[in-house]
């Protein structure tokens, strides 16, 4: 039975030095940045809200799955960029309110550009007055419950990213 022995003499005579102490991790990423969040979230609003009415647009109605992942993504930026403030899943289930209000508007801009072959972007910027009308007209029970799945989804979600 024998055990590993290190060699005799000085194992840095070839020019070896010994190596330094490691470097120093980077600091941890700055979070409970309450205006930070909240951009993050306003833009992951923007651009889920945008999906979603590219999702009601194409399949032509609304989807409660495509509302929770609306809400749900507004909520986790919030949480995962402003940390614990308990400011952001109140403002997060908002933004996911706005978000899904917008992004419904913009479905109903893609189905009326499809039969009057006129432009989403022409319809929402030119006629918006058209588009609340016709969001009013077509609006019913389940389109308060996806409002609400949203919001509960925004505000669970930031608690839980955080």
């Known amino acids: 039975m024998s055990q590993p022995v290190p060699p005799p003499g000085n194992p840095f005579a070839g ?11 980077p600091p941890a990423p700055a979070r409970d940045n309450v205006a930070l969040g909240l951009v993050a979230a306003l833009v992951a609003a923007l651009v889920s809200a945008g999906v979603y009415g590219a999702v009601i647009g194409g399949v032509e109605r609304e989807i409660g799955w495509a509302a929770v992942g609306v809400g749900f993504l507004t909520g986790f ?37 499809k039969e009057l072959d006129v432009s989403a972007t022409e319809l929402i910027f030119q006629e918006f007055g058209l588009l609340t009308e016709g969001w009013n007209a077509t609006k019913d029970g389940l389109t308060f419950l996806f409002f609400g799945i949203a919001a509960f989804a925004a505000f669970s979600g930031a608690k839980k990213a955080a």
């Open 15 to 25: 020019g070896a030095a010994p190596e330094q102490y490691p470097v120093a991790p």
């Open 77 to 113: 930026a919030a949480g995962k960029v402003g940390g614990r403030n308990p400011v952001l899943p109140i403002a997060s289930a908002v933004l996911a309110l706005g978000a899904v209000y917008l992004g419904q508007l913009l479905g109903i801009a893609i189905l009326l550009s």
